[in-house]
C-alpha cells in the first residue's frame, strides 16, 4: 500500500481516546534538515481528543529560532505542549496535496511556503512495520519497552538517537506508538523567495525539551500521548518564557 493510501484510510477515521491522557493521531515529518540551515517538520492529526483535527508546519531558521503555524488554535496544536521552546505560534491555514501516490506537497500561502517530498519504502523500513504490526498495544506504555525500540529504530533506519517518551518544553510528559515508517527519497521547499536548498543529515540532533529532530527526515504514522494540561505544573499560552505571537 502507497503512503497516500494509508494516508486516505487514516482521514477517514476517527480516534477512540482511552484514559486521561491527551491523545492525537496522525502523521507527518518528523524533521527535515537542509543544507542552508532551515528545518522543517510536518504534523497532521486527524483525530484529536481536545479539539477539531488541524495540520501544523514547524520551521526552524538557520539562527535556531523555531516558529510554529498551524491551522487550528495554538491553544489546540502543537504550541500546547512545545511552546516554552518556540518565538512564535500563528494560526494560518496550510494546504495539503498528494501530487502523486508518494509525493506530498505542503503549502502556506502566508508566508510563501512551498514544500514538496517523496517518500520511499526501504528494506528497513519494511521490517521495522512488519514488527510494530505484531507488538501488542500495551507494551507502548511501558516505559522499559519504548527505550528499547527506541535504539532499535536509532540503529535499524540510521536516524540518530530517538526520543519515544519524555518532557516536551511546557513540562508534560510525552510518549509516542509507531504504526508505520517510511524515509523520504528527497525532499525541496521554497520559503517566499529563498530556496532552502539540499535535504543534509542533521548532524548535531535538535531538541525541544526530550524531543529530537532525527539525523534522517523520517515519515511516520503514530499516536501521541500526553499529559493532560495542569495550570499549576505546566507552562500556559499565557505566561510563556518567550515572545509570542499568536495570530
Known amino acids: 500500500m502507497k503512503p497516500r493510501d494509508h494516508i486516505r484510510k487514516l482521514e477517514s477515521r476517527q480516534l477512540q481516546p482511552s484514559g486521561r491522557e491527551e491523545q492525537f493521531r496522525g502523521y507527518g515529518v518528523i524533521g527535515l534538515c537542509f543544507d542552508s540551515g532551515h528545518i522543517l517538520a510536518l504534523r497532521r492529526f486527524p483525530s484529536s481528543s481536545i479539539g477539531p483535527a488541524y495540520t501544523a508546519v514547524w520551521h526552524r531558521d538557520p ?48 508566508i510563501g511556503l512551498v514544500w514538496e517530498m517523496k517518500i520511499k519504502s526501504t528494506f528497513q523500513t519494511v521490517l521495522m512495520n512488519a514488527v510494530a504490526a505484531m507488538l501488542p498495544k500495551s507494551w507502548w506504555s511501558n516505559a522499559v519497552f519504548l527505550k528499547y525500540v527506541a535504539r532499535i529504530a536509532s540503529f535499524v533506519l540510521g536516524i540518530g538517537e530517538v526520543a519515544l517518551q519524555g518532557r516536551v518544553p511546557n513540562r508534560q510528559r510525552f510518549r509516542v506508538q509507531l504504526e508505520s515508517v517510511w524515509m523520504l527519497a528527497g525532499s525541496r521547499a521554497q520559503l517566499r523567495t529563498v530556496d ?52
Open 196 to 247: 532552502l536548498g539540499k535535504p543534509v543529515p542533521h548532524t548535531i540532533q535538535t531538541r525541544l525539551g526530550d524531543f529530537r529532530i532525527l539525523r534522517k527526515p523520517v515519515f511516520a504514522i503514530g499516536q501521541s500521548y500526553f499529559d493532560p494540561y495542569d495550570p499549576a505544573e505546566h507552562f500556559g499560552l499565557s505566561h510563556q518564557p518567550y515572545s509570542a505571537e499568536f495570530a
Open 63 to 110: 539562527q535556531g529560532c523555531w516558529r510554529f503555524y498551524a491551522n487550528a488554535s495554538p491553544r489546540m496544536a502543537c504550541a500546547r505542549y512545545f511552546g516554552a521552546g518556540i518565538h512564535s505560534a500563528t494560526e494560518t491555514p496550510i494546504d495539503l496535496e498528494w501530487l502523486k501516490a508518494n509525493v506530498l506537497r505542503v503549502t502556506i500561502a502566508q
